[in-house]
């Protein structure tokens, strides 16, 4: 397609999928990450490294490759901090998310998308959300994207499309369509320089890349890659 | 209504009157506001002398009156800033917007509003958009405001209404709604405290409030008041 994308990266597994996904597709991709607070400070760091050998290892996809944009979004914690009440505190207790849970989070992230993709002439937003390795969030659930979508193009009289092209498959495809896009090289990329680790453990070295390999974002992780493994 | 209900409150008239609506209607009412940047700070100053005077002056509401949330979203200048590719670029220019409009800003508010509203157990939001007194933004128009509802509802897995009291009315009605909700003492708060300037001159006093009088929105105020002085 001779129009461009804008891709959500945040430097995990999914995002650098969904970018090389966008690069295979796209006349011109550009990335926008999200700075807010400590947990993400590892991955955020991977973003550069993860565009770098990208853009070394894949010249047709260099070629395609534009500007990232990062914006701080520190205001997230402000939110996750703000006092909850009573009644609100005992439903969250009872989904099981935890407390700093800032609700929405991926419809925030959807419209600062939204709005850098207006100004950049991009007409197409690209995401890692899914809702096969079911994570509690409702925003990332098909729906609630597509409603986004209508959202956003009547809120800024335009037609973006939000694609999403994770949505409807497991861990183990996700391994799998990378292999099909970039081939041998975009798995190492991805075991190599993307993190998924809750805790942010670099020192250990899996098969499936590092992670402290107890939490459940390394457990999914090392699962996908062993069903990954066992494909025919 | 015994629920809460949170109110997208600037400092100007039209969130004014919102407030004063949503006073009249819920069992408890907190307010919300928005930090970015310079034209707005008289704007912002002027929120908490208005809430001090409707506390002072409306006891029934007072009681109902809960805490002011205020979000730095100074990331909204970052993203004005952002390079605009050539295209959209002419596009801009031929829809009269200026180039450091951030498009769907509304679509910010409300998320950041749905988030805070989640965690302090408000299902309603009260927002002072308006399609009557047409701005040229997408993100105030009724659809968009429509759409965003049903897009936090799916997002946060919730039951939020999106309240536009001032959607299908003029200025003139506009005054007249303050008059009916809280009477002369209602009208004086708004003329005294709230702004609209786009200068922000607070020097020059009309019967309908302080401004540099020239300004479209001055223009916009002032021809409301007319309108509403000449009501039979």
Redesign the interface.
Known sequence: MTETALVLFSGGQDSTVCLAWALDRFAAVETIGFDYGQRHIVELACRGQIIDRLRGQFPAWAARLGPD?V???G?LN???E???????AIETGETGLPTTF???????FL??A???A????ARHLVGGMCETDFSGY??C?D??LK??Q???N?????RFVIHTPLMWIDKAATWAMAQALGGEALIDVIVEETHSCYHGVREKRHPWGYGCGQCPACELRARGWTGFQARP
Chains 1, 2 share one sequence.
């Not at 703000?82 to 609100?88: D, G, I, P």
């Not at 609700?103 to 925030?108: F, K, S, Y």
């Not at 207006?118 to 002439?121: H, I, P, S, T, V």
């Open positions: 944009h914006l701080d979004l205001i402000t939110i996750s703000t006092a909850l009440t009573r009644e609100v800032v609700p929405g989070r991926n419809l925030v419209t600062f939204g709005a850098v207006y100004r950049r002439g409702p925003d659930r729906d609630s409603a986004m209508i959202a956003l009547l809120g800024m009289d335009r």
